[in-house]
């Protein structure tokens, strides 16, 4: 009877972590600014069955300066703003397929984000989008509802993550290895742009079942030797 049991007991142990991230790497130092905190390392992107988080690593501490803001622009869709700036007035574009969402987080008067939609003619807020920001020693984590951004199971967005400040363009961007530095200076993210697409995740019932699934059948292998 002890070797009966012993699998179910062991069942918890054993179900596989399953995770969705992937990784983007950006080359240190394209940030010409002597802000470690506008230079983007790397980015993960994750997602569960209804959210979607873009954790920026940095080389330096998000709420050092209360004026760095950091930015995402998503094409979605086909059909978005090609030609005119971010929803923040900022000359930051994707001339290839263009931008249907843009995420702006700021770092003054607390922490902050908002979601803006392309309507074809402005930026307009999207409502009950539960952004939020998380912030840490050297990173800031936006996470929001998979429905704001019109995204579901499948789905598959080209993306790009920008450094910036009042007054300033692009000071670094997580799709482009090059160097950036002060200025307003116009920056397109195509043909550089980062691509995700958003995984199914298992039910926990249906881990449990598979880890019990591969347990039984170590179990009846190991009987059928002895």
Do not use: C
């Not at 070797?3 to 142990?13: G, N, Y």
């Not at 000071?171 to 920056?187: C, F, K, Q, R």
């Not at 043909?191 to 598979?210: F, I, K, Q, R």
């Amino acid at each position: 009877m002890k070797a009966t049991f012993r699998p179910l007991v062991l069942v918890a142990a054993f179900i596989p972590a399953i995770t969705q991230a992937a990784t983007y790497l950006d080359t240190t130092g394209d940030s010409n600014t002597g802000h470690g905190s506008l230079d983007i390392m790397s980015v993960v992107v994750n997602n569960d069955a209804t959210t979607l988080s873009l954790q920026i690593n940095l080389g330096g501490s998000p709420t050092a300066n209360d004026w760095y803001k950091y930015l995402v622009g998503f094409d979605t869709v086909a059909g978005g703003n090609t030609t005119d700036p971010d929803a923040w007035g900022k000359p930051i574009s994707m001339s290839a397929g263009g931008t249907d969402y843009f995420i702006g987080s700021w770092m003054n008067f607390g922490t902050g984000a908002e979601v803006r939609s392309w309507s074809g003619s402005s930026w307009d807020a999207v409502s009950g989008s539960g952004i939020g920001v998380t912030t840490g020693a050297s990173s800031l984590t936006l996470s929001l509802n998979l429905s704001a951004l019109g995204l579901s199971e499948g789905s598959t967005f080209n993306f790009d993550i920008y450094t910036s400040s009042d007054g300033n363009s692009a000071l670094d961007a997580a799709g482009s290895s090059t160097v950036l530095t002060w200025g307003n200076t116009p920056y397109d993210s195509s043909p550089n742009v980062l691509s995700y697409t958003v995984t199914a995740v298992p039910e926990p019932g249906a881990l449990s079942l598979l880890g019990l699934g591969a347990l039984l059948m170590a179990w009846r292998a190991r009987e059928k030797r002895n």
